[in-house]
Protein backbone atom coordinates (compact mmCIF):
# COMPACT_ATOMS: atom_id res chain seq x y z
CA UNK A 1 0.00 0.00 0.00
CA UNK A 2 1.71 3.17 -1.28
CA UNK A 3 2.16 5.70 1.88
CA UNK A 4 -0.25 8.98 2.00
CA UNK A 5 1.44 12.40 2.84
CA UNK A 6 0.68 14.34 5.64
CA UNK A 7 -1.91 16.67 3.94
CA UNK A 8 -3.68 13.53 2.28
CA UNK A 9 -4.15 12.27 5.78
CA UNK A 10 -5.92 14.95 7.05
CA UNK A 11 -8.45 14.81 3.91
CA UNK A 12 -9.00 11.29 4.34
CA UNK A 13 -9.49 11.24 8.27
CA UNK A 14 -13.60 12.00 8.29
CA UNK A 15 -12.78 14.42 11.21
CA UNK A 16 -13.10 18.46 10.79
CA UNK A 17 -9.37 19.76 9.65
CA UNK A 18 -8.68 20.81 13.69
CA UNK A 19 -8.80 17.51 15.52
CA UNK A 20 -7.41 15.68 12.43
CA UNK A 21 -4.71 17.97 13.29
CA UNK A 22 -3.94 17.47 16.69
CA UNK A 23 -4.04 13.84 16.83
CA UNK A 24 -1.50 14.04 13.98
CA UNK A 25 0.51 16.43 15.68
CA UNK A 26 0.69 13.97 18.55
CA UNK A 27 1.28 10.61 16.76
CA UNK A 28 3.97 12.06 15.07
CA UNK A 29 5.42 14.05 18.00
CA UNK A 30 5.31 18.00 16.38
CA UNK A 31 3.16 20.43 16.98
CA UNK A 32 0.54 21.78 14.47
CA UNK A 33 2.68 24.56 12.52
CA UNK A 34 4.94 21.74 11.74
CA UNK A 35 2.23 20.27 9.85
CA UNK A 36 1.47 22.94 7.35
CA UNK A 37 5.19 23.13 6.13
CA UNK A 38 5.53 19.91 5.93
CA UNK A 39 2.55 18.95 4.22
CA UNK A 40 4.00 16.66 1.79
CA UNK A 41 6.19 14.88 4.25
CA UNK A 42 4.89 10.85 4.19
CA UNK A 43 3.43 9.10 6.71
CA UNK A 44 5.01 5.40 7.15
CA UNK A 45 2.43 2.78 7.81
CA UNK A 46 2.95 2.67 11.56
CA UNK A 47 2.33 6.17 11.99
CA UNK A 48 -0.55 5.90 9.92
CA UNK A 49 -2.47 3.05 12.06
CA UNK A 50 -1.73 5.23 15.20
CA UNK A 51 -3.61 7.69 13.47
CA UNK A 52 -6.30 5.84 12.21
CA UNK A 53 -6.85 3.72 15.29
CA UNK A 54 -6.75 7.14 17.35
CA UNK A 55 -9.73 8.83 14.86
CA UNK A 56 -11.75 6.20 15.08
CA UNK A 57 -11.63 6.41 19.07
CA UNK A 58 -12.86 10.37 18.53
CA UNK A 59 -15.54 9.24 15.93
CA UNK A 60 -17.24 7.05 18.53
CA UNK A 61 -16.90 10.05 20.67
CA UNK A 62 -14.07 10.02 23.00
CA UNK A 63 -12.53 13.28 23.93
CA UNK A 64 -9.60 14.38 22.20
CA UNK A 65 -8.13 15.65 25.24
CA UNK A 66 -7.99 11.94 26.77
CA UNK A 67 -7.11 10.65 23.06
CA UNK A 68 -3.65 12.72 22.95
CA UNK A 69 -3.49 12.97 26.78
CA UNK A 70 -3.29 16.60 27.22
CA UNK A 71 -4.74 19.87 26.82
CA UNK A 72 -4.18 23.53 27.11
CA UNK A 73 -5.46 25.94 29.61
CA UNK A 74 -4.62 29.42 30.47
CA UNK A 75 -1.99 28.93 28.25
CA UNK A 76 -0.46 26.14 29.98
CA UNK A 77 -0.20 22.60 28.58
CA UNK A 78 -1.67 20.37 31.28
CA UNK A 79 -1.59 16.66 31.11
CA UNK A 80 -5.17 14.80 31.45
CA UNK A 81 -6.62 11.33 31.73
CA UNK A 82 -9.63 9.77 32.37
CA UNK A 83 -9.22 10.13 35.80
CA UNK A 84 -9.62 13.96 35.61
CA UNK A 85 -12.27 16.47 34.31
CA UNK A 86 -11.14 18.16 31.08
CA UNK A 87 -9.93 21.39 31.54
CA UNK A 88 -12.54 23.84 29.99
CA UNK A 89 -12.39 27.37 28.63
CA UNK A 90 -15.26 28.60 30.92
CA UNK A 91 -13.21 27.63 33.73
CA UNK A 92 -10.25 30.21 32.75
CA UNK A 93 -12.96 32.90 34.12
CA UNK A 94 -12.29 31.68 37.38
CA UNK A 95 -8.80 31.90 37.08
CA UNK A 96 -8.80 35.27 35.80
CA UNK A 97 -11.80 36.47 39.09
CA UNK A 98 -8.84 35.06 41.13
CA UNK A 99 -6.04 36.85 40.13
CA UNK A 100 -7.95 40.24 39.94
CA UNK A 101 -8.99 39.74 43.30
CA UNK A 102 -4.92 38.24 43.95
CA UNK A 103 -4.02 41.84 43.06
CA UNK A 104 -5.60 43.63 45.97
CA UNK A 105 -3.99 41.05 48.37
CA UNK A 106 -0.95 41.38 50.47
CA UNK A 107 2.50 39.85 49.13
CA UNK A 108 2.26 35.74 50.05
CA UNK A 109 -1.55 35.28 49.79
CA UNK A 110 -2.93 31.71 51.03
CA UNK A 111 -4.78 30.16 48.42
CA UNK A 112 -7.36 26.96 48.49
CA UNK A 113 -8.44 24.88 45.24
CA UNK A 114 -11.46 22.54 46.49
CA UNK A 115 -11.75 19.86 43.79
CA UNK A 116 -8.56 20.02 42.08
CA UNK A 117 -8.77 17.58 39.32
CA UNK A 118 -6.06 17.88 36.93
CA UNK A 119 -4.85 21.22 39.06
CA UNK A 120 -5.74 23.16 36.12
CA UNK A 121 -7.08 26.05 38.25
CA UNK A 122 -3.92 25.86 40.89
CA UNK A 123 -1.34 25.22 38.79
CA UNK A 124 -2.62 29.15 36.64
CA UNK A 125 -2.94 30.82 39.77
CA UNK A 126 0.76 29.44 41.10
CA UNK A 127 2.27 30.28 37.74
CA UNK A 128 1.12 33.71 37.39
CA UNK A 129 1.50 34.26 41.13
CA UNK A 130 4.46 32.63 42.31
CA UNK A 131 4.81 34.81 45.59
CA UNK A 132 1.37 33.18 46.53
CA UNK A 133 0.75 29.67 48.70
CA UNK A 134 -1.60 27.95 47.44
CA UNK A 135 -3.33 24.36 48.81
CA UNK A 136 -5.05 22.14 46.46
CA UNK A 137 -7.47 18.94 47.60
CA UNK A 138 -9.40 16.15 45.56
CA UNK A 139 -10.77 12.81 47.13
CA UNK A 140 -9.36 11.34 43.85
CA UNK A 141 -6.51 9.91 44.43
CA UNK A 142 -5.96 9.39 40.63
CA UNK A 143 -6.58 12.79 39.82
CA UNK A 144 -3.96 13.96 42.30
CA UNK A 145 -1.37 11.74 40.82
CA UNK A 146 -2.19 14.00 37.54
CA UNK A 147 -2.57 17.04 39.14
CA UNK A 148 1.14 16.57 40.99
CA UNK A 149 2.97 15.80 37.69
CA UNK A 150 1.25 18.71 36.31
CA UNK A 151 2.69 20.93 38.81
CA UNK A 152 5.95 19.06 38.69
CA UNK A 153 6.28 19.99 34.94
CA UNK A 154 5.12 23.65 35.06
CA UNK A 155 7.63 24.20 38.10
CA UNK A 156 5.33 25.72 40.79
CA UNK A 157 4.61 24.45 44.15
CA UNK A 158 1.29 23.29 45.52
CA UNK A 159 0.87 21.50 48.74
CA UNK A 160 -2.02 18.62 47.76
CA UNK A 161 -3.81 17.39 49.71
CA UNK A 162 -6.48 13.63 49.26
CA UNK A 163 -9.85 13.42 51.14
CA UNK A 164 -13.72 15.25 50.76
CA UNK A 165 -13.03 19.27 51.03
CA UNK A 166 -11.90 20.61 53.85
CA UNK A 167 -11.61 17.25 55.78
CA UNK A 168 -8.71 16.81 53.60
CA UNK A 169 -6.87 19.51 55.18
CA UNK A 170 -4.67 19.15 58.11
CA UNK A 171 -6.44 20.53 61.71
CA UNK A 172 -3.15 23.19 62.34
CA UNK A 173 -3.70 24.78 58.37
CA UNK A 174 -4.78 28.26 59.64
CA UNK A 175 -7.31 30.49 57.57
CA UNK A 176 -7.14 31.15 53.57
CA UNK A 177 -7.27 34.53 51.70
CA UNK A 178 -9.22 33.11 48.99
CA UNK A 179 -11.27 29.77 48.39
CA UNK A 180 -12.00 28.71 44.18
CA UNK A 181 -13.81 25.63 43.21
CA UNK A 182 -15.21 24.32 40.61
CA UNK A 183 -17.12 21.16 42.22
CA UNK A 184 -19.45 18.63 41.11
CA UNK A 185 -22.80 21.14 39.58
CA UNK A 186 -24.73 18.85 37.17
CA UNK A 187 -28.11 17.31 38.31
CA UNK A 188 -27.95 13.38 38.81
CA UNK A 189 -30.72 13.38 36.06
CA UNK A 190 -29.94 16.21 33.19
CA UNK A 191 -29.96 14.61 30.07
CA UNK A 192 -26.28 16.08 29.27
CA UNK A 193 -24.84 13.36 31.42
CA UNK A 194 -25.47 11.42 28.32
CA UNK A 195 -23.77 13.64 25.40
CA UNK A 196 -20.59 14.57 24.00
CA UNK A 197 -17.22 14.58 26.56
CA UNK A 198 -18.74 14.09 29.34
CA UNK A 199 -20.09 10.68 29.24
CA UNK A 200 -16.29 9.57 29.31
CA UNK A 201 -15.19 12.40 32.01
CA UNK A 202 -15.51 10.84 35.45
CA UNK A 203 -18.58 10.99 37.19
CA UNK A 204 -18.44 11.59 40.70
CA UNK A 205 -16.52 15.09 39.08
CA UNK A 206 -19.42 16.16 37.43
CA UNK A 207 -22.83 15.26 39.71
CA UNK A 208 -23.94 17.39 42.30
CA UNK A 209 -26.80 15.61 44.03
CA UNK A 210 -30.34 16.38 42.37
CA UNK A 211 -30.10 19.75 41.93
CA UNK A 212 -26.79 20.10 41.64
CA UNK A 213 -26.03 22.54 44.42
CA UNK A 214 -25.20 20.09 47.37
CA UNK A 215 -21.49 20.15 46.59
CA UNK A 216 -21.61 23.82 47.32
CA UNK A 217 -23.61 23.48 50.27
CA UNK A 218 -21.39 21.31 52.10
CA UNK A 219 -18.45 23.38 51.38
CA UNK A 220 -20.36 26.57 52.64
CA UNK A 221 -21.42 24.76 55.81
CA UNK A 222 -17.54 24.30 56.80
CA UNK A 223 -16.03 27.19 55.13
CA UNK A 224 -15.82 29.24 58.36
CA UNK A 225 -13.39 27.70 60.35
CA UNK A 226 -10.66 28.59 57.50
CA UNK A 227 -11.38 32.04 56.22
CA UNK A 228 -11.11 35.28 58.19
CA UNK A 229 -12.71 38.61 57.58
CA UNK A 230 -11.93 39.88 54.06
CA UNK A 231 -11.48 36.26 52.50
CA UNK A 232 -13.15 35.66 49.44
CA UNK A 233 -14.76 32.57 48.23
CA UNK A 234 -15.62 31.98 44.04
CA UNK A 235 -17.34 29.30 42.62
CA UNK A 236 -17.61 28.20 38.95
CA UNK A 237 -21.42 27.03 37.99
CA UNK A 238 -23.61 25.63 35.46
CA UNK A 239 -24.86 28.58 33.64
CA UNK A 240 -28.36 28.74 35.58
CA UNK A 241 -27.46 28.40 38.96
CA UNK A 242 -25.97 32.17 39.17
CA UNK A 243 -29.13 32.94 41.15
CA UNK A 244 -28.94 30.01 43.64
CA UNK A 245 -25.09 30.82 44.45
CA UNK A 246 -25.73 34.19 45.12
CA UNK A 247 -28.33 32.56 47.71
CA UNK A 248 -25.84 30.12 49.05
CA UNK A 249 -23.04 32.59 49.57
CA UNK A 250 -25.50 34.96 51.21
CA UNK A 251 -26.70 32.61 53.56
CA UNK A 252 -23.32 31.46 54.10
CA UNK A 253 -22.44 35.69 55.37
CA UNK A 254 -20.84 36.53 52.36
CA UNK A 255 -21.32 40.39 50.80
CA UNK A 256 -20.10 41.92 47.95
CA UNK A 257 -21.60 39.11 46.26
CA UNK A 258 -21.57 39.52 42.16
CA UNK A 259 -21.86 37.01 39.14
CA UNK A 260 -19.42 37.04 36.13
CA UNK A 261 -20.76 35.97 32.94
CA UNK A 262 -18.59 33.54 29.99
CA UNK A 263 -18.20 34.78 26.73
CA UNK A 264 -21.15 33.04 25.54
CA UNK A 265 -23.00 35.39 27.77
CA UNK A 266 -24.09 33.15 30.56
CA UNK A 267 -23.28 33.42 34.52
CA UNK A 268 -20.91 31.35 34.81
CA UNK A 269 -18.79 32.03 38.14
CA UNK A 270 -19.97 33.63 41.71
CA UNK A 271 -18.06 35.49 44.32
CA UNK A 272 -18.62 36.74 47.43
CA UNK A 273 -16.35 38.22 50.19
CA UNK A 274 -16.71 37.25 53.85
CA UNK A 275 -17.56 40.46 56.41
Known amino acids: ?3 LTIGEILKKSGLDRLESQIILAHVLGVDRVW ?4 DDVLI ?3 QKLEFDTLVQRRLEGEPIAYLVGSREF ?3 ELNVDNS ?3 PRPDTELLVECALDFLK ?3 TGARILDLGTGSGAIAISIANFMPK ?3 YAVDISKEALKVAYLNAKNHGVHIKFFEGSWFDALPYDVGTFDLIVSNPPYIASDDIHLQLGDVRYEPITALVGGNDGLSEYIKIMKQVHDFIHSGSAIMFEHGWTQGAELRRILEQGHCHKINTHKDLAGHERVTCGVFA
Do not use: D, K, N, R
Open 84 to 86: VLI
Open 35 to 38: LFVH
Open 44 to 46: CEE
Open 132 to 134: CEV
Open 104 to 106: TTP
Open 74 to 76: MGL
Open 1 to 3: MPH
